[in-house]
């Protein structure tokens, strides 16, 4: 059996728990993980013994080539063709994932089904399997972080007064193309100077001056799996003020790396950051939390948000990423992606986190 049938008998074992009959999937990454399928329209109806995969003409040629189980290619909302089946199969109760149907597909499912079946919100059950990652899929992240760093070197050699953040932008995301992403794993982040204190800037006409701080958030995705990075690097001799914020900022990234390990709280991880910055008066100026699961999704659970209780766990994959934000002066954010291991935690990114000044 491959690791995807693995994964569907696996949540079907399940279905009983959720007081489900037969489940539905319509997120994307949750039809991925289950079939392997990456277009953009497909939706799977799991039973305890059978996969439906419903999907449009445009994805008849590669369904049928790759993924394993019934495949219905449908015109029309794919939702009504499941429902048809779900009818056929008997189904009693149709477990749906409440996070992800949008409110027209419940309505539409809803009027095409006997009132007598109900409808199961399950949550995010798929999703907290798959914050536990296989070797396989650990093997793919290695790879999508190694090859989003390489891009990362690359880059770094280009650099220099008179490029505008837009560009350095192009060049990272030209880099991972030209090493093997299919695409890049959200809007790269450049953002120089001051504009390095608006946390999820996008690169702008800006050109670079010189003596700034620059701020690079980038990540691949390689055959579906994220990586996900952040580096600041500074044009010129940086002063003694921005030195003493980029050695607090990496005082909190190393003191979270740190506090990974399988069975401590991410809450905990992330107050081990939170303290560093607090220690430097720093506090106020971190306005995110420490960082979040990623795989198929870019952002995905655990967050390791202030008193979140999840667990970690070995397996998971996850960023630490503190940062600190001053309007006007400065933004420094320092990201690894880290593997959680029996021991406590792999830093799988290899770039240096030495303050480089170009
Ligand atoms: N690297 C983008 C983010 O984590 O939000
Ligand atoms: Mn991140």
């Given at each position: 059996?491959?690791?995807?049938e693995q994964r569907r008998q696996d949540v079907s074992a399940g279905l009983a728990g959720l007081k489900a009959d037969a489940l539905l999937v319509t997120s994307a990454a949750n039809v991925r993980y289950l079939s392997g399928f990456d277009g953009s329209n497909g939706l799977i109806l799991l039973t305890p013994t059978e996969t439906h995969f419903f999907?449009?003409?445009?994805?008849?040629?590669?369904?049928?080539?790759n993924i394993t189980g019934k495949v219905h290619v449908v015109k029309g909302p794919l939702i009504a063709a499941a429902a048809k089946i779900i009818q056929r199969k008997r189904i009693k109760r149709i477990g749906?994932?409440?996070?992800?149907?949008?409110?027209?597909?419940?309505?539409?499912?809803?009027?095409a089904l006997p009132r007598s079946l109900s409808l199961?919100?399950?949550?995010?059950v798929i999703e907290e399997r798959r914050m536990?990652?296989?070797?396989?899929?650990?093997?793919?992240?290695?790879?999508?972080?190694?090859?989003?760093?390489?891009?990362?070197?690359?880059?770094?050699?280009?650099?220099?007064?008179?490029?505008?953040?837009?560009?350095?932008?192009?060049?990272?995301?030209?880099?991972?193309?030209?090493?093997?992403?299919?695409?890049?794993?959200?809007d790269t982040i450049v953002a120089a100077g001051p504009r390095a204190?608006?946390?999820?800037?996008?690169?702008?006409?800006?050109?670079?001056?010189?003596?700034?701080?620059?701020?690079?958030?980038?990540?691949?995705?390689?055959?579906?799996?994220?990586?996900?990075?952040t580096r600041t690097v500074h044009l010129g001799k940086p002063p003694k003020k921005i030195r003493d914020l980029y050695n607090a900022v990496l005082e909190a990234q190393l003191a979270g790396i740190a506090a990974v390990r399988p069975g401590v709280t991410a809450g905990k991880v992330d107050a081990?950051?939170?303290?560093?910055?607090?220690?430097?008066?720093?506090?106020?100026?971190?306005?995110?939390?420490?960082g979040h699961g990623l795989g198929l999704e870019i952002h995905e659970p655990p967050r390791l948000g202030k008193k979140d209780p999840t667990k970690l766990a070995v397996g998971m994959a996850i960023t630490i990423e503190p940062g600190v934000y001053i309007?006007?002066?400065?933004?420094?954010?320092?990201?690894?992606?880290?593997l959680v291991t029996q021991n406590g935690c792999e830093v799988l990114t290899p770039s240096s986190k030495e303050f480089i000044v170009l």
């Open positions: 059996m491959s690791e995807i999907t449009d003409p445009r994805y008849e040629i590669a369904a049928k080539q749906f994932e409440s996070g992800w149907t949008q409110y027209d597909a419940y309505q539409r499912l809803r009027d199961v919100p399950i949550g995010r536990i990652k296989s070797a396989a899929e650990i093997d793919i992240i290695r790879r999508s972080v190694n090859l989003n760093s390489e891009a990362y070197s690359r880059v770094l050699k280009r650099i220099r007064p008179g490029v505008r953040e837009l560009d350095i932008a192009a060049e990272i995301e030209f880099q991972m193309k030209v090493l093997g992403a299919e695409k890049p794993a959200f204190a608006l946390p999820h800037a996008h690169p702008g006409s800006y050109r670079l001056a010189g003596n700034e701080l620059l701020l690079m958030d980038m990540g691949a995705s390689l055959q579906g799996y994220c990586s996900d990075m081990a950051t939170r303290n560093v910055l607090k220690k430097h008066k720093l506090d106020k100026a971190f306005v995110h939390s420490t309007e006007g002066l400065a933004g420094i954010r320092i990201e690894d992606t880290v």
